[in-house]
Structures are given as structure tokens and as C-alpha cells.
């Protein structure tokens, strides 16, 4: 028997081809901590400090069998807080990293149980709820009464709660969509940003450009593709050729402004090279810097703070970087007092990640408002400034994708966000130097990376 679990939530909201493969290609193996990245999860000791002071029992058993049995038992004897619990009806299987009992009527008396998950988010996401709504769900059939709200608790510690039936319809076709895979159903190739974290994604990616599929395109959406295909255009190349003006009239369901920019896009595909729409200006500085974080979600820990500083066309290179998670805050401390001495120049970085990390990190720690504000006003995101003016033959928009255009190679072949974590694990573990150096070689290959495309876009833009 098929179970159907938690985990297939995260899995088909990612991609669903990731379920269809795992089922009935070759399940690939995994290291466990890239499981808990794939899932926005925690450490089981940064969990458990998160409920330090609470009264609370841990299942700690891998078997699902096993674990329901001590779970239910926890149940049954009423405790408060049940941490890594089991629910199992029948092929359904719930792992909620958190039971907590309530008020209220069951079959186990003047109590019930609600769900909530740790995750690394502070905001949730579907996919989290559509998990929670499956524990809801199974802890209805163990317990006799279904739980009105679900729950998500943050690395601060914040518990966010959302209405089950806010997510009931939405949540149910998606458990339904799971079930028809899971018997044998093949789901049809859709590639979007999420399909990089799976361990599949070489193999959609592949197969996605052979069929030449309109989701290709950069950030279309799924409903656009559909009413492109619905219009009589099925691949990239057939959507490209039409003539644009045509477009708003055979397509009229789309944004006119949209369908013309979607169009533009696939035109570059097609043509396999980038297209300037309008001219990129960046302020006149003496000196620029270069900036980006290494992060361990795991722990919800940012470790280093690379920043790359450009001076006469001399570049240097200035990692800060915590050896442990207690040395966090005298690297962020000795990150702010370099880019403050360094007042009023430009700091470029790549995405919303870097400035979401300083407003964090100075409430954290105290850092002068009025340091972090101005921290803040002079950062620049760079791909912020590219979308609106040039366009990439490019699927994806990820540094690594553009600056692999424009011509830059990182130097170690595994360089990625979700290695730098398992190198950092590993650090941590072993204090492999090795494995720190790769850290620090990355970083500053990510820096360099943003200062290349941005030299790349002075030049073309």
C-alpha cells in the first residue's frame, strides 16, 4: 500500500511530477538535511529549543507504525505537547512536528488535538497549510472531532494560525491530484522556480525543453499557458512566430501589456539571445560593494556576509562570517561597521533576500535604526533594476542562470545554496576546513558573480 503523506504537499506544490517520479521512476536517495530544506524544516534540537520550558513528550521513532502506537498512547493519557508525533488511518500519514491539546470533546474525553508545524517561513505558504489541513484531516479519524484552525510556528517562535476552511476546497483537490498520481497517473511537465529545489529537476527541465512547453517562458503562469494553448499555440516556438499585434484578439484573456511582454520573452528563447527593451542607469561612485548572505535554514541562521568592494577597479574581497551560531552577532556587528564606514556608496546584491536580512538582523540585535536605514537606502537590487529592461533566453532568473549567460563560472561544480548548508553542516560537525573554504570560495564567487552582470549590463544596456 501507497501511503499518502504529509510530505506529498511539499513535494506537488513544488512539482508534481516529484511525486509521480518518486513513485513509479526510482525514488532518488536524498540526504536527510536536504529532506528538511526541501520542506522549509528545522533541526530537531532547534525544534526542541523552540518548546525549551513546555511540558512536552517526543516520538522519537522513525516507523510509522511504531511511533502511531506510542503517539496514541500520549493521546490517550492526555499529555500537553506531543513533539514529532504520528497519525495513521488506514494508507494516510501524518507527521506534525507539534499535537497540542485543547478543550473541548473527543472520543479520548474533555480534550482534543491540533496540529502545528516548525517551520523556517515567517509568513505561511500553501503548502504548509495544505499539510496542516491533512493533519487536521487524519486527526479528525483518529479522535472524532476535527480541529477549526491550523498552525505553523516560526523560527522566532511565533505561532500563525489560518482557518481550515479558508484552504478546504483548495486543499482537497490537491489531496485528490495527489491520490490520482500516486495510482498511476502522470501529471503533465510544468516547469517553474520551485522545480530547482526537487531532486528531479535535470529531468523535468529536459524534458520540458524537448516538447519546447510554454512553460519555458519566465514567470508565466500556469492559467496563461493554458489559455495560450487554448488559443491554438502549443509550444514556444509557435507562440513566438504569431504576430504581435494579433495577439490581444486571438488571446483577449490576458492582459494585453502581459501578453506583448510573455510574447517579447518567448522571442528571445526562440532567438537564444537577450533583448535590451530600455537603458539601465547606476549612480557614479567612487566605490561599489558587492553583497551577499550565506545562510543555514536549518537553524535560521545567517553565518556570512560577503561583500565584495570595488575601489579603482581594484576588487577585495571581505568575508564576515560566524564559525559558530553563537558568533553570529560580532559577524553581523563587524559586517554593518564595514559598509558604514563605507558611507553613501552603492551596495549592490541580487533579489529581495539581502535587504529582508538586514532589517532582521539589525531589530535582532539592536543596530541603530538610523544605521540600518541608511544601510537599506543605499542597496540596490540588481535584478530588480534588469527585469523591466532587459530580457534573457533564459527560463529562470537566478544569479547563477544570468551570470552563467553573461559568462561567469563559479569555480567549484556543486556551487549551490542547498551544498553551502550541507557544507556548513559539516563544518559544524567535523570542522572540516576544507568545507569552510568552499563556504568562503562560494560566497565570494556569488559577489563577483553580481559586480560581472553588473559590468555586463553597463556594456549591453
Known sequence: MTHVTGNHFYRYVSCPSWVYRDAYVDAKELHP??????????????????LEGRDHEEVDVEDHDEAFVRTLALMKSGVQTILHGALVHGRYVARPDVLERVEGRSRFGDYYYVACDIKSLRKLRRDVMFSGAFSADVLHLIQGVKPNQGYMMTPDGLVLSFVLADVEEEYHLTLHRIERILAGEEPSEFLTSRCKATPWFSDCKGSVEGCDDLSRINRIWGEEATRIKEAGYETVDAFAREKPNCLP?????????????????????????????????????????????????????????????????????????????????????????????????????????????????????????????????????????????????????????????????????????????????????????????????????????????????????
Do not use: C
Not at 528538511?36 to 534540537?45: D, I, V
Open 33 to 50: 538535511l536536504l529532506h528538511a530544506l526541501h520542506e522549509q524544516g528545522l533541526l530537531p534540537e532547534v525544534k526542541r529549543a523552540l
Open 249 to 461: 484578439d486571438l488571446i483577449p484573456n490576458i492582459d494585453a501589456v502581459r501578453l506583448r511582454l510573455l510574447h517579447a520573452q518567448a522571442n528571445v528563447l526562440v532567438a537564444g539571445r537577450h533583448r535590451v527593451l530600455g537603458p539601465v542607469t547606476f549612480p557614479k561612485a567612487p566605490v561599489e560593494l558587492f553583497f551577499d548572505v550565506e545562510a543555514d535554514p536549518l537553524r535560521d541562521l545567517e553565518y556570512l556576509f560577503g561583500v565584495l568592494a570595488v575601489r579603482d577597479r581594484e576588487e577585495t574581497f571581505h568575508p564576515f562570517l560566524a564559525k559558530t551560531p553563537r558568533e553570529q552577532k560580532d559577524a553581523w556587528e563587524q559586517f554593518v561597521n564595514f559598509v558604514a564606514s563605507e558611507r553613501g556608496m552603492p551596495i549592490y546584491h541580487w533579489g529581495w533576500y539581502e535587504v529582508d536580512v538586514v532589517r532582521r538582523l539589525g531589530a535582532k540585535y539592536d543596530t541603530a535604526p538610523d544605521v540600518i536605514e541608511e544601510i537599506i537606502e543605499r542597496m540596490i537590487d540588481l535584478l530588480a533594476l534588469l527585469r523591466p529592461n532587459v530580457l534573457f533566453p533564459l527560463s529562470f532568473y537566478s544569479l547563477k542562470d544570468v551570470a552563467g549567460y553573461t559568462g561567469f563560472s563559479w569555480r567549484a561544480p556543486d556551487a549551490s545554496g542547498a551544498n553551502s548548508v550541507l557544507w556548513y553542516e559539516d563544518w559544524l560537525a567535523f570542522e572540516d576546513e576544507a568545507k569552510l573554504r568552499k563556504i568562503l570560495e562560494y560566497n565570494e564567487d556569488d559577489v563577483r558573480a553580481t559586480a560581472h552582470v553588473k559590468a555586463w549590463v553597463e556594456r549591453e544596456a
